[in-house]
């Protein structure tokens, strides 16, 4: 695979090559390669299609878990958070060790103590990882799915953006289950604290706990606000917004 850097960016084919556009840039490769018929039937491609199938087994993870966390995903992500998230479910599903190779399932190594680890931590949006924008700890109560930071200074305590007025505190429960791919979520109410030397106490809840057989995610919300004339206004769009996956158990 090349990089093209010439003043013309194309795409499409043009004899035996062909030009494609990617996040990362325009690229430029041969055409042709192996038939998908011998891929998919020749005894010496085995381990192409092990690995075809567990990728397919990873992306459709990957898909129906930012589904379920449907809304509050569109507020704060980044435009490498698929492959970002199909990286560490695979490292999830390498955790299995009960399944042959090319059946090893996310759900199965998600039941391990090292499985909820890698997802422990996790930041939807790279733009904002929690720990660099929130400089306090954030504590979670898995019983109640409730979020505290105690003595929150925001002038001090936070990494505000460049025209920010107010912060918004939020969260969520989230109950997964990997196997069935049924889900729940719960989010809690949001507290609304303006960015100024003033101490707060921050805690939000939500009013029930996420239903279901799955696994626990509690996942913590941070939005930046502009206000003017009485209205408040999402900072690009979200950019300096954090979605964290606080706890999982």
Same mark, same amino acid.
Request: proline share 3%; aromatic share 10%.
């Given at each position: 695979?090349?990089?093209?850097?010439?003043?013309?960016?194309?795409?499409?084919?043009?004899? @035996?090559?062909?030009?494609?556009? +990617? &996040?990362?840039?325009?690229?430029?490769?041969?055409?042709?390669?192996?038939?998908?018929?011998? =891929?998919?039937?020749?005894?010496?491609?085995?381990?192409?299609?092990?690995?075809?199938? @567990?990728?397919?087994?990873?992306?459709?993870?990957? #898909?129906?878990?930012?589904?379920? =966390?449907?809304? %509050?995903?569109?507020?704060?992500?980044?435009? #490498?958070?698929?492959?970002?998230?199909?990286? +560490?479910?695979?490292?999830?599903?390498?955790?299995?060790?009960?399944?042959?190779? /090319?059946?090893?399932?996310?759900? =199965?190594?998600?039941?391990?103590?090292?499985? #909820?680890?890698?997802?422990? /931590?996790?930041?939807?949006?790279?733009?904002?990882?929690?720990?660099?924008?929130? %400089?306090?700890?954030?504590?979670?109560?898995?019983?109640?799915? &409730?979020?505290?930071?105690?003595?929150?200074?925001?002038?001090?305590?936070?990494?505000?953006?460049?025209?920010?007025?107010?912060?918004?505190?939020?969260?969520?429960?989230?109950?997964?289950?990997?196997?069935?791919?049924?889900?729940?979520?719960?989010?809690?109410?949001?507290?609304?604290?303006? %960015?100024?030397?003033?101490? $707060?106490?921050?805690?939000?809840?939500?009013?029930?706990?996420?239903? /279901?057989?799955?696994?626990?995610?509690?996942?913590?919300?941070?939005?930046? $606000?502009? @206000?003017?004339?009485?209205?408040?206004?999402? %900072?690009?769009?979200?950019?300096?917004?954090?979605?964290?996956?606080?706890?999982?158990?």
């Amino acid at each position: 695979m090349a990089k093209n850097t010439s003043l013309f960016k194309i795409e499409g084919s043009l004899d @035996e090559i062909t030009f494609y556009k +990617t &996040a990362d840039g325009h690229y430029v490769r041969m055409k042709g390669g192996i038939s998908k018929d011998r =891929i998919m039937n020749d005894p010496s491609f085995v381990r192409t299609r092990e690995n075809m199938s @567990e990728f397919a087994h990873l992306a459709r993870t990957g #898909k129906y878990f930012r589904q379920a =966390i449907g809304g %509050l995903l569109q507020q704060a992500k980044d435009n #490498k958070l698929t492959g970002r998230m199909t990286r +560490t479910f695979s490292a999830v599903k390498k955790l299995d060790y009960s399944s042959s190779r /090319g059946q090893r399932q996310v759900g =199965i190594g998600m039941a391990t103590p090292q499985g #909820k680890q890698l997802l422990k /931590g996790f930041d939807f949006n790279r733009h904002a990882p929690l720990m660099q924008v929130v %400089l306090k700890p954030v504590a979670v109560d898995t019983a109640t799915a &409730a979020f505290t930071i105690t003595d929150l200074v925001p002038l001090e305590d936070l990494r505000v953006p460049e025209g920010a007025t107010h912060v918004h505190f939020s969260g969520a429960h989230l109950n997964y289950d990997f196997a069935t791919h049924q889900s729940d979520l719960q989010m809690c109410q949001m507290m609304e604290v303006p %960015l100024d030397m003033q101490t $707060y106490q921050v805690s939000v809840a939500p009013q029930q706990l996420a239903a /279901g057989n799955g696994l626990s995610f509690f996942l913590f919300f941070v939005s930046f $606000y502009q @206000e003017m004339n009485g209205h408040q206004y999402s %900072l690009r769009n979200g950019m300096f917004n954090v979605l964290h996956i606080v706890d999982v158990v």
